[in-house]
T-cell receptor, first 111, second 117 residues
Framework: AQSVTQLDSHVSVSEGTPVLLRCNYSSSYSPSLFWYVQHPNKGLQLLLKYTSAATLVKGINGFEAEFKKSETSFHLTKPSAHMSDAAEYFCVVSDGNQFYFGTGTSLTVIP | GAVVSQHPSRVICKSGTSVKIECRSLDFQATTMFWYRQFPKKSLMLMATSNEGSKATYEQGVEKDKFLINHASLTLSTLTVTSAHPEDSSFYIC?????????????FGPGTRLTVL
């Protein structure tokens, strides 16, 4: 069975400081992993995805994530937070048939 | 990436009426479309999965007679909320998936805000 755990429901960082949003998964198969961002009253936008190629995945807006099989993690990072990064972030795992969503992490960026 | 549209973006209706929400994949053929419901400050809750030309598969606890899903073509799925009540007020999001061989990711629509008075 597949599942996703986002360890922090809320993260607050100062503008210009690093961002770390944590995601752990469980999967019986070689999973595909995704990070999506959702701004208020908007749909979801794909930040990046891992599909068994390079374990360090670079996405849009300076975000990247590293797939660590030994730790079953796919944490999202960004070196320097921007005010526009304030949003809800979802980690998603797929086994090729279904998609499983984490509960989301709300990122606040303090000026 | 591919584009998915939803219409309408916002709808307000009276209790007891039915509301239809359209989800279209604009530049690729979606073998599967998903319908989600999102409550304020909550994650997405999968309501149903629909494959073109077949009946939708509903998640446990979702009333199939209340939330009618039609996936008549590879680019269009509709969700009809029948006899809507205030508790149906929510943000409804659809997504389209072309399968493992096509992008292997979901493309999300911008969502529809339903308010039932």
């Amino acid at each position: 069975a597949q599942s996703v755990t986002q360890l922090d429901s809320h993260v607050s960082v100062s503008e210009g400081t690093p961002v770390l949003l944590r995601c752990n998964y469980s999967s019986s198969y070689s999973p595909s992993l995704f990070w999506y961002v959702q701004h208020p009253n908007k749909g979801l936008q794909l930040l990046l995805k891992y599909t068994s190629a390079a374990t360090l995945v670079k996405g849009i807006n300076g975000f990247e994530a590293e797939f660590k099989k030994s730790e079953t993690s796919f944490h999202l990072t960004k070196p320097s937070a921007h005010m526009s990064d304030a949003a809800e972030y979802f980690c998603v795992v797929s086994d090729g048939n279904q998609f499983y969503f984490g509960t989301g992490t709300s990122l606040t960026v303090i000026p | 990436g591919a584009v998915v549209s939803q219409h309408p973006s916002r709808v307000i209706c009276k209790s007891g009426t039915s509301v239809k929400i359209e989800c279209r994949s604009l530049d690729f053929q979606a073998t599967t479309m998903f319908w989600y419901r999102q409550f304020p400050k909550k994650s997405l809750m999968l309501m149903a999965t629909s494959n073109e030309g077949s009946k939708a598969t509903y998640e446990q606890g979702v009333e199939k007679d209340k939330f009618l899903i039609n996936h008549a073509s590879l680019t269009l799925s509709t969700l009809t909320v029948t006899s809507a009540h205030p508790e149906d007020s929510s943000f409804y999001i659809c997504s389209a998936w072309g399968g493992v061989q096509a992008y292997n990711e979901q493309f999300f629509g911008p969502g529809t805000r339903l308010t039932v008075l």
